[in-house]
């Protein structure tokens, strides 16, 4: 997606681009009530095991198809509304992508509940690469960003076909019964994908709402180089969800808060020096890669790292929460930060300017991770890796004073340089942690075993 962004970005100006990131926050905003938190609710009820899972994902998928319809008929009804917003007539195509869109996550999701988490990830990779195969040649023919959003939507479609041949469970007969069951948890998940939308799309629809559209590609632009950033936790987080759902019905708490402890060690090894180098790097990021309008986000680029260091904490315990059948307390930790980012991003971005919109996600993302935290600590024992954290925050400085100097040697002039002196602050950061015992026995070690 990193890849496909950059191109797009260079392939289109800023205001183009917009259009595109508009349309996809508002299929993600409209997700929320085409979903009601049901594909989690699946997963969760499929990974806890029993006799009747045929039963829950027909029932999964009437409820779903229900809801979809309903949404789509509004988005018809109102399609003048949605286009002005987007900025383009794409409300039949909104229609088309988010039914492929929210059955294609619906089937991810009945596989993962199968605890077979490796099976989609061929899938999610077809998908992007669909979008990016079909969304590039579409651009290159002059579609501009209706392009991008057929390759969305192609993606989708592969996706769904996709996730659709793999899932062991057949479609059985929908009940009352098997749609209260999913219902009550997803009714606390609905909370919680709430959350992620507003945290993954609001700042974009404020931005889009007091600033112009170029504003909205530069500040999606910033948000799509940190998610490189939480590969690892996100990876992490969604495999530890169904296991750790199988483990509490077991009652193995103690190899559920073991886990915890050893996950939260793995994604801050990647997300502390990540945070020197963009604070080192951003301008020349933003200004070589994707074009010297999007330099205007540097800054928000780094408070978005910041963001990034609590998220990884958060991608960890915010999954172990509900995986322990407490949704409730992961619904009540994101009504409080929501709440806090819808107050503090528009405030922000009228005060502030332009960064404000980050500094409000950030905050509202430390508020978010100390919650789920707080809440898990309740049901669990396990331990925060201080520590290991010291160590890296440590590394990462002498990575920081060693690019620095590098920097001053031979300053960026193009992506070459810049993706040269990126290695040679790797390579130190490596270098100075394996030298360390307790990240090369904790972390590094076991990773390189895991890989192999």
């Known amino acids: 997606m990193f890849g496909g962004i950059t191109f797009f970005?260079?392939?289109?100006?800023?205001?183009?681009?917009?259009?595109?990131?508009?349309f996809q926050t508002v299929l993600g905003l409209l997700s929320i009530p085409a979903d009601v938190g049901i594909s989690g609710a699946l997963e969760k009820r499929l990974s806890e095991g029993?006799?009747?899972?045929?039963?829950?994902?027909?029932?999964?998928?009437?409820?779903?198809?229900?809801?979809?319809?309903?949404?789509?008929?509004?988005?018809?009804?109102?399609r003048g509304s949605v286009?002005?917003?987007?900025?383009a007539n794409v409300a039949g195509l909104l229609v088309v992508g988010l039914a492929t869109h929210e059955f294609s996550k619906l089937y991810l999701h009945a596989v993962r509940g199968e605890l077979r988490v490796g099976e989609t990830a061929p899938i999610e990779f077809a998908n992007r690469l669909v979008w990016l195969g079909l969304g590039a040649l579409l651009v290159t023919r002059g579609y501009g960003p209706r392009g991008i959003v057929v390759g969305l939507i192609a993606g989708s479609a592969v996706g769904l076909l996709w996730a659709y041949s793999r899932c062991g469970v057949p479609i059985g007969r929908p009940t009352m019964d098997a749609v209260k069951d999913l219902l009550a948890f997803s009714k606390y998940q609905t909370v919680t994908s709430v959350g992620g939308r507003v945290?993954?799309?609001?700042?974009v629809a404020f931005v889009g709402y007091f600033l112009a559209s170029s504003y909205v590609s530069a500040y999606e632009i910033a948000w799509q180089v940190t998610l490189l950033v939480i590969l690892v936790s996100k990876s992490i987080g969604v495999t530890l969800f169904p296991q750790i759902s199988q483990w509490n019905e077991a009652a193995a708490t103690e190899r559920i808060g073991s886990?915890?402890?050893?996950?939260?060690?793995?994604?801050?090894?990647?997300?502390?020096?990540?945070?020197?180098?963009?604070?080192?790097?951003?301008?020349?990021?933003?200004?070589?890669?994707?074009?010297?309008?999007?330099?205007?986000?540097?800054?928000?680029?780094?408070?978005?790292?910041?963001?990034?260091?609590?998220?990884?904490?958060?991608?960890?315990?915010?999954?172990?929460?509900?995986?322990?059948?407490?949704?409730?307390?992961?619904?009540?930790?994101?009504?409080?930060?929501?709440?806090?980012?819808?107050?503090?991003?528009?405030?922000?971005?009228?005060?502030?300017?332009?960064?404000?919109?980050?500094?409000?996600?950030?905050?509202?993302?430390?508020?978010?991770?100390?919650?789920?935290?707080?809440?898990?600590?309740?049901?669990?024992?396990?331990?925060?890796?201080?520590?290991?954290?010291?160590?890296?925050?440590?590394?990462?400085?002498?990575?920081?004073?060693?690019?620095?100097?590098?920097?001053?040697?031979?300053?960026?002039?193009?992506?070459?340089?810049?993706?040269?002196?990126?290695?040679?602050?790797?390579?130190?950061?490596?270098?100075v942690t394996v030298a360390i015992p307790d990240v090369r026995d904790q972390v590094i070690l076991p990773g390189i075993r895991t890989l192999i």
């Open 259 to 431: 886990s915890i402890s050893t996950a939260m060690g793995v994604t801050l090894f990647i997300s502390i020096p990540a945070l020197v180098g963009a604070t080192i790097f951003a301008s020349d990021i933003l200004r070589f890669i994707f074009g010297p309008e999007y330099v205007v986000a540097a800054a928000v680029l780094v408070v978005l790292m910041v963001e990034k260091v609590f998220q990884s904490v958060n991608d960890v315990v915010e999954g172990a929460v509900r995986a322990i059948n407490r949704p409730d307390l992961a619904a009540r930790a994101t009504v409080v930060a929501v709440s806090l980012n819808l107050v503090l991003s528009p405030l922000l971005l009228v005060t502030v300017g332009f960064v404000g919109a980050a500094i409000a996600t950030t905050t509202s993302w430390f508020v978010n991770t100390v919650l789920h935290a707080r809440y898990l600590s309740r049901y669990v024992s396990f331990s925060i890796p201080y520590r290991l954290a010291g160590w890296y925050a440590a590394s990462s400085l002498l990575m920081g004073g060693a690019l620095l100097a590098v920097k001053w040697a031979v300053p960026v002039t193009g992506v070459a340089i810049l993706v040269a002196e990126i290695a040679v602050g790797v390579a130190v950061y490596v270098a």
């Open 50 to 78: 029993g006799q009747t899972q045929d039963r829950t994902l027909g029932s999964a998928v009437a409820f779903k198809a229900t809801a979809t319809t309903v949404v789509a008929a509004g988005i018809l009804l109102g």
């Open 9 to 22: 970005a260079n392939s289109l100006d800023a205001g183009q681009l917009g259009i595109y990131f508009l």
């Open 199 to 203: 945290y993954s799309w609001m700042d």
């Open 83 to 87: 286009n002005d917003f987007i900025g």
